[in-house]
C-alpha cells in the first residue's frame, strides 16, 4: 500500500503548480452553419471541460497543457480534433462537425480513449439506455446480441461473452479496465462478478490488438465502466432508481445509483438485489427426455443477489484520487444435475435438492489521474484492486468443494505528448492470483499465478490515415501445489471394446515444476477516412497467449460441466492410461488479420468486419472417447440397474494443442427512416476448425434485425433473431437445431419536478420456441427460458 499512498501525495501536491496559462475559444456548428450546442470541449494533458452554449460557444480559461490537442465529442455528430503544438497566446479555434447515423461514444478501453468511429480496433459500446433495455442477470446474456458476441449460457444463472468463437481465458473481462479476479474463466458454471445493473457503458473489443489488458486476450476484451470511483464532480446529486418483476421467473430485481459531492470530494453509492425462482421453458429440460423428466421448468435456476458499491474521490482541476469498495453476495443453483429417480429419497430425508453455488466477493479498488506532471507528459493514470473471492459449492444442502481466489491487479501508466506527430502511452501491469479449491470435487490444485508485462501503444494521424503500433512483453509463473489424480476409465463405444477390461488405475501424486511462460506480442494498424463519413481499417498483430491455470492443471471431475478434465501438463493416451510423466507444453501463438468497413454520416451507415486468425499450437478441450468411473458411482449404477435406471459414467475431456484456423465476419446496417424510426439489422459467421476437425462449441451463422421508434414520450421496439442449425460439430459433440427469437419493447417517459419516471415494460422469446444455445456446455440439458414479460419503473434525477 505504499506506492499508492507516495503517488497521492505526488499527485495532491503537483495540483497547486502553474505553468504558462492560455485561453481558447472559438465556435462548433454543423455543415450548414447551425450552432452545435451541448458539444463536450477538452484539450489532452488537462482536465478541464466546457461545453458549447445554445450558441455554440465555447471558452476555456487557464489551459496549462504544454502540448495542445483540441477534442470536440457530443454524440450526434462526428469527432472533431485540432493538434495546436505548443502555444504561448490566446487562441481562437472553430470546428465544423459532419453529423453522425450512430451514437459516438468515446471508448475508454482503447489506448487512446478514441471514439467508436475513430477506432482502428473494432469496437462496440453499449451506453446507459440500451443497456437498461437489454438488462439479464448475466453479462453473457445482456451482451448477446452485439454482433460478433455469443453467450456460454450455462442456464439463466451464469454465462460469459464468446466473442468471435473463443471464449474462457481468450476473453478478458475487465472493470473499469482493471480485471475482475474470479473464477469464471476457470468454469462456465462461475458467473462473472462484474454487474452492468449501475454500468454507464460496457465496450466490447473484438480481436487480439488490445494488448494493454493481456496477450491472452486474442477473442477481445470487455470493459464496463461504472462511476464508482468518481472522476469529475458531478452537478449536484444524481443517478436513478428502478424495480422491476419479470414473469418467466418470479423475478423481482430493485436497485438504487447515486452520486454527489461536495467541495472537492465527489460521493458514489450503487446497489442492487435480486431474488428469482426456477426459470420456466417451452418443454423438456434434456433433449432426449425420459419417462420421468420434468415438463416446463428448468430445476436449479434460482437466484439471490446482492451487490454493492461505495467509492469516494478528491477531485481537482488537474487530476483525482479515490478509493471504492464492492460486496457481492450470490446464491444460485446450478442446472444439469437434477437425477429424477433420487426425488422420492430427497424428499424423505428432507434435504434441499440440487446443486447451488454461494458466492461472497468482496473488492477493494484505487484509482487516480494526473494531468500535465510535468514537461513531455500528458497525463499518469493509475489504478489497483485487490479481491477475496469465495464460492462453495452445495449439493443437495450439504458443503462441497469451496473455491478461493485472492487477486491483485495493477496498472500504471503514462501518456507522453506528441513526438514527431506521435501521441503514445507506456504501461506497466502486475497481476497476482491466489487459487485454491478444497474438497473432494477439487479438479485443478491450488495454484499460484504471478503476470508482469510492459506495453507501448504509439498513434500518429497523417491526413486522413490514423497509424496505430502497439507491442507488449508479459512474464507468467505458475507455481501449482502436487495433485493426486485418479482415473477409472471404460470406453464409451461398447461394442468395440466390449471384451476389454476396465482400467483400474491407482491414485497417481504429481510434483509439479514451476511454469514460466514470456509472451511477445505485437500490431500494427492503420484507419483511413477515404472520404468524409467513410472509413476503412486494417489491424495485423501476432499474439503469444500463456496457457491458463485450468488448461494445465485440470485434473479430476468437473461437476459443473459433467465432464472429467484432463490437462495440458498431464500424458494420457487413447487407452485411457495416463503415464507418470509429465510433458511440455507450448505457447499459443496467433497471427491475425482484421479489416472494418465503416459509414457512419448520414441517415444511414453500416460497420463490416472480416478476421483471419492462424493459430499455433490452439489449446482446446475435446472429448476422448473415454468416461471415468469411480467406486462410488459403480456401486450407484449396480443399484440403479436393480431399480431399472440407466446411468453414465462421466465423459473424459483432455486439453490437447493443434493447428487451428478461425475466421469469419460481423456486420450491422442501420437506416434513420425518418427521425423517430430507425431499422437495424445486423448477422455474424464463426468457422473454426483443426486441420481435419472442426473445434466445439462454435456458434452457428445468426441474422437479427430490430425496427426502432423514438417519440418525444413513448418509445419502443420490436427485433427478431434468427439462429441456424450448427452442424460443425468436434468428435462426441452433438448438433443444435435453428432457432427464431421475438422481443419486443417499450416505454413511457413521464418528466416531473426534476426526476425523470419512466414505465416500461419487455416481452421476450414471445412464440414460447425451444432454443438450445450451441455455445453451452448444457445445451443438451438446458434451453433458453420460454416467454417472458417483464415490468417496471425507473427514476432518473
Do not use: C
Amino acid at each position: 500500500m505504499h506506492t499508492p499512498s507516495l503517488i497521492a501525495v505526488a499527485m495532491m501536491t503537483a495540483f497547486s503548480s502553474a505553468a504558462l496559462a492560455t485561453t481558447i475559444t472559438g465556435k462548433v456548428t454543423d455543415q450548414a452553419g447551425a450552432p452545435v450546442a451541448g458539444a463536450e470541449v477538452s484539450v489532452e494533458g488537462s482536465r478541464r471541460v466546457v461545453y458549447t452554449d445554445e450558441n455554440g460557444i465555447y471558452s476555456m480559461d487557464n489551459v496549462t497543457a504544454q502540448d495542445v490537442h483540441i477534442h470536440v465529442a457530443t454524440p450526434k455528430y462526428l469527432h472533431g480534433d485540432k493538434d495546436l503544438g505548443r502555444i504561448t497566446e490566446n487562441q481562437q479555434v472553430n470546428f465544423t462537425l459532419l453529423p453522425a447515423s450512430i451514437e459516438n461514444i468515446t471508448v475508454t478501453a482503447t489506448a487512446m480513449q478514441t471514439s467508436v468511429l475513430e477506432s482502428v480496433t473494432p469496437v462496440s459500446v453499449i451506453g446507459a439506455e440500451e443497456l437498461r433495455r437489454k438488462q439479464q442477470p448475466t453479462l453473457g446474456e445482456t451482451l448477446k446480441t452485439v454482433p460478433g458476441v455469443h453467450s456460454s449460457y450455462f442456464g439463466p444463472v451464469s454465462s460469459s461473452p464468446v466473442i468471435r468463437g473463443a471464449g474462457g481465458p481468450r476473453v478478458k473481462i475487465v472493470q473499469n479496465g482493471l480485471d475482475v479476479s474470479d473464477v469464471s474463466r476457470i468454469g462456465p458454471d462461475h458467473n462473472v462478478a462484474a454487474s452492468t445493473s449501475s454500468a454507464t457503458q460496457v465496450e466490447v473489443l473484438r480481436g487480439p490488438a488490445t494488448l494493454q489488458y493481456g496477450s491472452g486476450a486474442i477473442g477481445g476484451v470487455v470493459n464496463v465502466v461504472d462511476k464508482r470511483i468518481p472522476q469529475e464532480m458531478p452537478y449536484g446529486t444524481e443517478g436513478e432508481a428502478e424495480m422491476r418483476y419479470s414473469t418467466v421467473d418470479n423475478g423481482k430485481f430493485g436497485k438504487v445509483d447515486v452520486t454527489t459531492g461536495t467541495g472537492n470530494v465527489a460521493f458514489h453509492f450503487d446497489g442492487f438485489k435480486r431474488k428469482t425462482d426456477d426459470v420456466d421453458i417451452p418443454g423438456y429440460s434434456e433433449a432426449e427426455p425420459d419417462d420421468d423428466a420434468t415438463y416446463g421448468t428448468l430445476a436449479s435456476t434460482d437466484m439471490d443477489t446482492t451487490d454493492f458499491n461505495a467509492g469516494i474521490s478528491y477531485v481537482q482541476d488537474e487530476g483525482f484520487f479515490g478509493f471504492s469498495v464492492e460486496k457481492l453476495d450470490n446464491l444460485y443453483g446450478v442446472p444439469g444435475h437434477h437425477h429424477h429417480h433420487e426425488e422420492e429419497e430427497h424428499e424423505e430425508e428432507g434435504a434441499e435438492e440440487g446443486t447451488k453455488i454461494d458466492v461472497d466477493m468482496t473488492r477493494y479498488q484505487l484509482a487516480g489521474e494526473w494531468h500535465s506532471p510535468t514537461a513531455g507528459i500528458d497525463n499518469i493514470r493509475f489504478s489497483a484492486a485487490y479481491t477475496d473471492y469465495t464460492h462453495v459449492e452445495i449439493e443437495d444442502g450439504e458443503i462441497g468443494t469451496q473455491f478461493n481466489n485472492e487477486g491483485v491487479n495493477a496498472k500504471l501508466t503514462i501518456a507522453h505528448t506528441g513526438i514527431a506527430g506521435w501521441h503514445g502511452v507506456f504501461g506497466f501491469q502486475l497481476t497476482d492470483s491466489d487459487y485454491e479449491a478444497i474438497g473432494e470435487e477439487a479438479f485443478s490444485p491450488p495454484t499460484s499465478t504471478d503476470t508482469q508485462a510492459v506495453f507501448l501503444i504509439e498513434q500518429k494521424k497523417v491526413g486522413d490515415v490514423t497509424f496505430e503500433l502497439g507491442g507488449r512483453l508479459e512474464q507468467t509463473s505458475y507455481d501449482a501445489d502436487d495433485a493426486e489424480v485418479e482415473l477409472h476409465v471404460e470406453h464409451l463405444d461398447e461394442e468395440e471394446h466390449e471384451e476389454e477390461e476396465e482400467h483400474e488405475e491407482e491414485a497417481m501424486v504429481f510434483n509439479f515444476p514451476d511454469y514460466d511462460f514470456t509472451s511477445v506480442s505485437v500490431s500494427a494498424g492503420a484507419n483511413w477516412e477515404y472520404q468524409p463519413g467513410y472509413s476503412a481499417a486494417l489491424t495485423l498483430s501476432r499474439n503469444e497467449r500463456a496457457p491458463s491455470q485450468q488448461e494445465l492443471f485440470s485434473g479430476g471431475q468437473h461437476i459443473a460441466t459433467r465432464t472429467y478434465e484432463v490437462g495440458l501438463v498431464y500424458q494420457l493416451d487413447d487407452e485411457g492410461e495416463l503415464s507418470d510423466t509429465l510433458r511440455s507444453v507450448d505457447e499459443e501463438v496467433s497471427t491475425n488479420l482484421d479489416l472494418t468497413f465503416r459509414k457512419f454520416s448520414g441517415n444511414w451507415g453500416y460497420t463490416a468486419s472480416l478476421f483471419y486468425n492462424q493459430v499455433d499450437n490452439y489449446i482446446y478441450e475435446s472429448g476422448t472417447g473415454l468416461i471415468a468411473v469411480t467406486e462410488e458411482h459403480e456401486h450407484e449404477e449396480e443399484g440403479a440397474e436393480e431399480e431399472g435406471h440407466e446411468e453414465e459414467g462421466t465423459p473424459v475431456y483432455y486439453f490437447r494443442q493443434s493447428d487451428a484456423d478461425l475466421y469469419g465476419m460481423e456486420a450491422e446496417v442501420f437506416y434513420n427512416i425518418t427521425g423517430e424510426w430507425r431499422v437495424d439489422l445486423y448477422g455474424d459467421y464463426i468457422r473454426a476448425k483443426l486441420d481435419n476437425e472442426d473445434l466445439p462449441r462454435i456458434p452457428p451463422l445468426r441474422i437479427g434485425s430490430s425496427i426502432r421508434y423514438q417519440g418525444q414520450s413513448l418509445s419502443g421496439e420490436v427485433g427478431v433473431e434468427w439462429y441456424d442449425d450448427q452442424t460443425r460439430t468436434a468428435p462426441y459433440e452433438t448438433a443444435t437445431d435453428g432457432y427464431t427469437l421475438l422481443n419486443a419493447s417499450v416505454e413511457y417517459d413521464i418528466a416531473s419536478a426534476g426526476v425523470d419516471w419512466v414505465l416500461f415494460a419487455t416481452a421476450d422469446n414471445i412464440t414460447d420456441e425451444e432454443a438450445r444455445v450451441h455455445t453451452s456446455f448444457l445445451k443438451d440439458l438446458a434451453p433458453l427460458p420460454g416467454r417472458n414479460f417483464s415490468v417496471g419503473v425507473r427514476a432518473v434525477f
